[in-house]
């Protein structure tokens, strides 16, 4: 089965630390992939993990856990320009499978 | 490099009209995907094709909606007869590969209002 599951919204202030987690249930997986969509725009990339652990880029992270079905995007340092939707998007086999994305406001 | 081109970006229609939308990937790029996107919505995949073959149709309501990618480079997606139901984005996306090389470039939409 599919199945990925994300927060709907999120709110956080400038110059805070923000966790947008992601569940995902498949029967085959080969990666997890975290999207970015401003209002308007479509989708660009933000990161792929396909081993268990930390990925790090910039103000930017991404962790997964396999045996959980397990990730997580982390932004430091907010800016208002990060104010957004996050998708979390499971590589199934050849398919890729987007969660609803997670709306996050980022507040002065 | 030259991203992923759609066309028209917005497009009104009244329902069971007809539309078509157009998307040139990037060059070089096999794998091409078209994906509906309602409003507050994560895309979903309508057809993937490998160069000029299908992968993936599943989802793809085929009484309506057909789509074809011929040499193997740009595609079209046409809907007839549209419903109400139909009214989202049409995001086309191509990617080099699977895997690693698998990230997706999207283009810029297509957003199809039908009244």
């Known amino acids: 089965g599919q199945n990925i599951d994300q927060p709907t919204e999120m709110t956080a202030t400038e110059g805070a630390i923000v966790q947008i987690n992601c569940t995902y249930q498949?029967?085959?997986?080969?990666?997890l992939f975290w999207y970015q969509q401003h209002a308007g725009e479509a989708p660009t990339f933000l990161s792929y993990n396909v081993l268990d652990g930390l990925e790090e880029k910039g103000r930017f992270s991404s962790f997964l856990s396999r045996s959980k079905g397990y990730s997580y995007l982390l932004l430091k340092e907010l800016q208002m320009k990060d104010s957004a939707s996050y998708l979390c998007?499971?590589?199934?086999?050849?398919?890729?499978?987007f969660g609803t994305g997670t709306r996050l406001k980022v507040l002065a | 490099e030259a991203g992923v081109a759609q066309s028209p970006r917005y497009k009104i229609i009244e329902k069971r009209q007809s539309v078509a939308f157009w998307c040139n990937p990037i060059s070089g790029h096999a794998t091409l995907y078209w994906y509906q996107q309602i409003l507050g919505q994560g895309p979903k995949l309508l057809i993937q094709f490998q160069n000029n073959g299908v992968v993936d149709d599943s989802q793809l309501p085929k009484d309506r909606f057909s789509a074809e990618r011929l040499k193997g480079v740009d595609s079209t997606l046409k809907i007839q007869p549209a419903k109400l139901e139909d009214s989202a984005v049409y995001l086309c996306?191509?990617?080099?590969?699977?895997?690693?090389?698998?990230?997706?470039?999207f283009g810029e939409g297509s957003r199809l209002t039908v009244l």
């Open positions: 498949t029967s085959g997986f080969n990666g």
């Open positions: 998007a499971d590589l199934e086999a050849y398919k890729y499978i």
């Open positions: 996306a191509s990617s080099l590969g699977t895997g690693p090389t698998g990230e997706l470039f």
